[in-house]
């Protein structure tokens, strides 16, 4: 079964710093492969994904991610974080068949401080 | 931009009851899902919807849930007899097609307390 780690529960970054959170993902194929964000009282947005092809991908919101197939992470990158930028953010892993359904780390909560 | 809705936002029932979550998703979706989130713990899969019908489920979806889309734009999510064990945030998401190839739209949750 696929699953997915995301090791640091909490990180706090100064607003202008950048920001990586890690992804890992355990599994037997290739995956798809998302990050959602999540700000109080919304929903999951999609900020990227990687289905195929060139291993790093842009987002929305100046956010990247580099898939490492043989690290089997899949880290999201800013380069400069805003105050706004404070949320919960959830990787997350589909299969590359006919399974509709995601699988979820267990979230990074960032704080940015001014 | 179209989004998905889901209603209400937050849900108090006491143990027992029947609870059913509303959500409209995006009108040119197919594939509709929901997900739900414990406090504390990740997002969990709970089950698909295809075509009128249920596409694949996990096994926390047992014979207390079922979902239907009774028209044209809602899809529902009905837990029969609610537990404290059910209190969560619910999403529901939407998506064009199957998973290969697109991405899932989620809406803002409903929050269900049971009391």
């Known amino acids: 079964a696929q699953s997915v780690t995301q090791p640091d529960i909490h990180i706090t970054v100064s607003e202008g710093a950048s920001l990586e959170l890690r992804c890992n993902y355990s599994?037997?194929?290739?995956?798809?492969l998302f990050w959602y964000v999540q700000s109080p009282g919304q929903g999951l947005q999609l900020l990227l994904k990687?289905?195929?092809?060139?291993?790093l991908v842009q987002g929305i919101k100046g956010f990247e991610a580099e898939f490492k197939r043989s690290q089997s992470s899949f880290n999201l990158r800013k380069p400069s974080v805003h105050w706004s930028d404070a949320a919960e953010y959830f990787c997350a892993v589909g299969r590359v068949s006919n399974d509709y359904k995601l699988s979820f780390g267990a979230g990074t909560t960032v704080t940015v401080r001014a | 931009e179209p989004e998905v809705t889901q209603t209400p936002s937050h849900q108090v029932t006491q143990m027992g009851q029947e609870v059913i979550l509303r959500c409209v998703p995006i009108s040119n979706h197919l594939y509709f899902y929901w997900y739900r989130q414990i406090l504390g713990q990740k997002v969990e899969f709970l089950v698909s919807f295809y075509n009128n019908e249920i596409s694949e489920k996990s096994e926390i979806f047992d014979d207390q849930f079922s979902v239907e889309r009774p028209d044209g734009s809602n899809f529902t999510l009905k837990i029969r007899s609610t537990k404290l064990e059910d209190s969560a945030m619910y999403f529901c998401a939407s998506s064009e097609a199957e998973l290969a190839k697109n991405i899932q739209y989620f809406g803002a949750g409903t929050r269900l307390s049971v009391l």
């Open positions: 599994y037997g194929a290739t995956p798809y």
């Open positions: 990687y289905f195929s092809g060139d291993t």
